[in-house]
């Protein structure tokens, strides 16, 4: 059965086949055969530990099958609104609303130990007051208090790039939901050391 190919990017392609979405990792040339496939067996194993444990925390697309001869991971199709292309369309509170949904199930992650490693609402989808988080690929396990402010420093930065109007509002509000963590103020006081790097090399 053919399916709709609706993303084709550097590590994977994303592709509709009926009900489920097929991630498919990419070959890539400049490898060895054999060092690639080990590569994209072993990052195709990983992924879906991360999303598997995910999903008992928060909403991600339930995996259905995983096939490690062709690196592909199957997955619920989730028929929603995605956030990089609908956030700014809500109304404002609703955008509040949405933010804070965020920065708790980043919360539950962290507070497990997932750092997701690429949030951004091109990897966020609103369902019914639901938010979807999506594409694992760049994620890990990792409990250390630095890759947590990273990961929240990553979705600041996609906020003020995709949803300037409001990003710093909306940001608070990610905060406020953040909040819930154990480790909230240990992370939030590295975050604020992480933006400061961050200005520090934009000076120059």
């Known amino acids: 059965m053919k399916g709709k190919i609706l993303q084709q990017g550097a590590e994977a392609n994303i592709i509709l086949q009926g009900n489920k979405i097929i991630k498919r990792r990419v070959k890539k040339?400049?490898?060895?055969?054999?060092?690639?496939?080990?590569?994209?067996?072993?990052?195709?194993r990983a992924e879906t530990k991360l999303l598997e444990k995910a999903g008992q925390i928060i909403d991600i697309p339930k995996v259905i099958?995983?096939?490690e001869k062709t690196q592909e991971i199957?997955?619920?199709?989730?028929?929603?609104?995605?956030?990089?292309?609908?956030l700014d369309s809500f109304p404002f509170s609703d955008q509040k609303k949405i933010c804070r949904i965020l920065g708790s199930n980043i919360a539950k992650l962290h507070d497990?130990?997932?750092?997701?490693?690429?949030l951004t609402t091109s990897n966020m989808i609103y369902v019914y007051d639901k938010v979807y988080f999506i594409d694992f690929g760049l994620g890990f396990i990792s409990h250390k208090i630095e890759d947590k402010a990273v990961d929240l420093h990553?979705?600041?930065?996609?906020?003020?790039?995709?949803?300037?109007?409001?990003?710093?509002?909306?940001?608070?509000?990610?905060l406020r939901g953040y909040s819930a963590s154990?480790?909230?103020?240990s992370v939030l006081k590295q975050f604020r050391k992480v933006e400061a790097r961050g200005r520090y090399k934009e000076s120059y």
């Not at 400049?30 to 990052?43: A, H």
């Open 74 to 86: 199957s997955m619920d199709f989730i028929n929603g609104k995605k956030l990089s292309e609908n």
């Open 154 to 174: 990553l979705l600041r930065q996609a906020l003020e790039a995709k949803h300037f109007k409001h990003w710093k509002e909306l940001f608070d509000e990610v």
């Open 182 to 185: 154990k480790n909230s103020d």
């Open 65 to 67: 099958d995983v096939n």
């Open 112 to 118: 497990s130990g997932i750092i997701h490693g690429d």
């Open 29 to 44: 040339s400049y490898r060895l055969p054999s060092i690639d496939e080990k590569i994209r067996k072993l990052r195709t």
